[in-house]
């Protein structure tokens, strides 16, 4: 769902807008966008849970098909007496509510019947949106372009099946540290690959250089890796690689298509079992040699126009 419109205050009505009457026809789970459950909500269906779900440092999603929520099965919710609070206030959500679009929502039971009070579900909920973390559901949202776009890329061969068949975990923490990812790496029991994603480093104005990042943070991330490697891999048996946004190799020209190997919407370290790279090391051995290949044919530019494209990626630096 639109996380930006979806902000807006709730619309201090006694009454919708519109008049409502559920026919539970199924239709508002085949929408697109996602369904989060806040701590507590996942509580409540804990062990309904699945692959089709990716958790965030304060709630969990439902990962979408395209076709409908995991959890609708025929036309109905099996989860429908623990469902989140976002299910709950359908259709009286702010956005549709604000944006007075409720004649577009895919939904049958909108027009029918008489105009309702609002509920107490839908004042919850505008509550519940004011506490989410809107940035690092968006740099999740990122991270599983590009990871997607990698794979197709047939940059990490190894990592297809589990970004195909959803064995990834995707985690954002406050900062490269071990302790913040700690928890993130008990998550491998379950999972084959977890990111961890970091804040960006905000942009600056600097006079002449307005809009320029002179606070670019790659070579402290870079140096945290180290720090972090050794801890996760001799305490966890866990082994790590790093990707960030500006992402150098620093006896490279600026504009040698080499660079997206290691390149990312955001500053990211992804964690695998060393035991998997040590199963695929003869896999692993060809990488390099086939990633210079492929990304040699795509060229800088191209690379750079499809990775702003599909995952938001873009360079501090404007000039690149």
Not at 104 to 124: H, K, M, N, Q, T
Not at 160 to 182: H, P, Q
Not at 235 to 256: M, R
Request: aromatic share 10%; with cysteine; charged share 30%.
């Amino acid at each position: 769902h639109n996380k930006t419109s979806a902000m807006r205050p709730l619309l201090s009505l006694a009454l919708s807008p519109f008049p409502f009457e559920c026919t539970e026809c199924g239709d508002c789970c085949r929408v697109a966008g996602d369904v989060w459950f806040d701590r507590e909500e996942a509580r409540r269906v804990e062990g309904a849970w699945s692959d089709a779900l990716v958790y965030e440092s304060s709630h969990r999603r439902v990962r979408r098909s395209e076709e409908q929520c995991h959890f609708l099965e025929g036309d109905k919710c099996s989860i429908h007496s623990r469902r989140p609070q976002q299910c709950r206030a359908y259709p009286f959500w702010p956005r549709i509510l604000a944006g007075r679009r409720w004649e577009d929502e895919p939904c049958e039971g909108i027009g029918r019947g008489d105009v309702v009070e609002l509920s107490e579900d839908a004042e919850r909920w505008a509550a519940w949106l004011r506490r989410f973390p809107a940035e690092a559901a968006a740099a999740i949202d990122d991270t599983e372009r590009w990871a997607r776009l990698v794979v197709d890329l047939g940059l990490c061969p190894w990592a297809k099946a589990a970004v195909d068949d959803g064995k990834c975990f995707y985690f954002y923490a406050e900062e490269a540290t071990s302790s913040s990812l700690r928890a993130a790496v008990a998550e491998l029991d379950e999972v084959d690959i977890v990111f961890a994603i970091f804040p960006k480093t905000k942009k600056k104005k600097t006079g002449a250089l307005e809009g320029r990042d002179d606070d670019d943070d790659f070579p402290a991330f870079h140096d945290a890796l180290d720090d972090v490697e050794d801890d996760l891999l001799h305490n966890y048996d866990a082994q790590i690689a790093g990707f960030h946004p500006s992402w150098t190799f620093a006896a490279l020209p600026p504009d040698d298509p080499l660079h997206f190997e290691k390149r990312s919407p955001h500053p990211t370290i992804s964690i695998i079992r060393a035991a998997d790279v040590a199963n695929a090391h003869q896999a692993t051995a060809r990488i390099a040699t086939e990633n210079e290949r492929i990304l040699a044919e795509k060229g800088y530019r191209a690379l750079r126009d499809t990775f702003k494209a599909t995952c938001g990626w873009s360079m501090p630096h404007s000039s690149q």
